[in-house]
């Protein structure tokens, strides 16, 4: 029997008005990497009496069924200004508005409810030909980075997911991944701005976004086997990390980083009118390297990190999307 090929995996989903209800799935994604950690079953060796022993000197050690604790998975999606792309950052943040009447305009920023998601896994098809995958509910997003590199590729998405339970093996529905795809990528980048300093676009080797959601210990309690929806019961970290050329003109970030300056980061990536607009709030220098090779420009890479404030707003981080599509959740197939 041939095996299952990951060259077949797709992803989709669709929004719960019920934690932990499944839908059914209507957006999809491409996949660049899958990876699952989506179902830990839990058993533990019985310590108390099995009552009489047998003829042979003993019964075999039994099993209590612990609970079932769906942890979730983790997944990599080329990013780009539409397919589904600005519902995954709705996802990780918690609040979009949207505006305008084509291009329109998201504007993403950080709440503290986040929406749950029916995730469906496909997998391929089986001997059968009947396309097989895995739905799994109740998932709400914990981890989010947004990398570019200039190599030519999309931005690559990483996702990570916890859940409430999986619904086990069974024949996926009918993906529809998007006919337009508007891809964001490196040289779409422009300038980083940051306490009146700019990094000029030519001189960026690598961005990369991070959000890490405050979610705490798994909730097991009485009643159900299965985790319950999650709290955001820790602090946020919004990071911003950046490897750039050391240039000679550029003598004060030392300076800023042991000072503890704090200033507004934004940087814009843009393709006609589709745009990703970020801006964390804020933000510190709270990582500073420096690279020198014998050969080759000296590198610096530089993690900020967002601060929310009281001004209304100034929660830690803004993303303002545009592009063709009137909602966060459009697919992006016309």
């Known amino acids: 029997m041939p095996a299952l090929l990951g060259r077949g995996a797709v992803i989709g989903f669709g929004v719960e008005s019920t934690h932990g209800t499944a839908v059914s799935r209507t957006n999809w994604l491409r996949v660049i990497s899958l990876a699952g950690h989506i ?7 019985r310590t108390h009496s099995d009552g009489p022993a047998d003829a042979t000197g003993g019964m075999p050690v039994a099993m209590d069924e612990g609970p079932i604790r769906t942890t979730g998975m983790t997944f990599e999606t080329p990013a780009s200004y539409a397919d589904s792309t600005v519902y995954l950052l709705y996802a990780a943040m918690g609040a979009t508005a949207e505006a305008g009447s084509g291009p329109y305009t998201h504007t993403l920023t950080l709440a503290g409810t986040l929406p749950s998601l029916t995730w469906e896994v496909g997998v391929g098809a089986d001997s059968a030909g009947t396309d097989r995958g895995l739905v799994v509910n109740g998932c709400k997003c914990s981890e989010l980075d947004l990398t570019w590199t200039p190599d030519g590729k999309p931005a ?3 996702t ?4 409430r339970k999986d619904a086990g093996d069974a024949a996926v529905g009918s993906p529809t991944l998007p006919l337009v795809s508007t891809p964001s990528i490196a040289w779409h980048g422009g300038d980083i701005g940051w306490n009146s300093l700019t990094i000029a676009k030519e001189n960026i080797r690598s961005v990369k976004l991070s959000i890490r959601n405050g979610f705490g210990e798994e909730r097991i309690g009485f009643g159900d086997r299965y985790a319950q929806e999650p709290y955001l019961d820790s ?14 003109a550029e003598t004060s970030l030392y300076d800023d980083w042991i000072g503890g300056d704090s200033s507004n980061l934004t940087q814009t990536f843009s393709d006609g009118t589709n745009s990703f607009a970020i801006t964390l709030h804020n933000a510190q220098i709270t990582s500073f390297t420096s690279s020198t090779a014998v050969t080759g ?5 530089l993690i900020w990190t967002a601060k929310a404030a009281v001004s209304p707003g ?3 981080l803004a993303i303002v999307v ?3 599509y009137a909602t966060s959740l459009d697919p992006g197939t016309s």
Not at 235 to 246: G, L, N
Not at 297 to 301: A, F, L, N
Request: hydrophobic share 45%; proline share 0%; no cysteine.
């Open 322 to 324: 545009t592009n063709g």
């Open 297 to 301: 420009v000296v590198t610096r890479t």
């Open 235 to 248: 602090r946020r970290a919004i990071t911003y990390e950046v490897t750039f050329e050391h240039l000679a």
């Open 156 to 158: 690559v998405l990483r």
């Open 314 to 316: 100034n929660k830690g």
């Open 39 to 45: 179902a830990q079953v839990e058993r533990t060796a």
């Open 160 to 163: 990570v997911w916890i859940a």
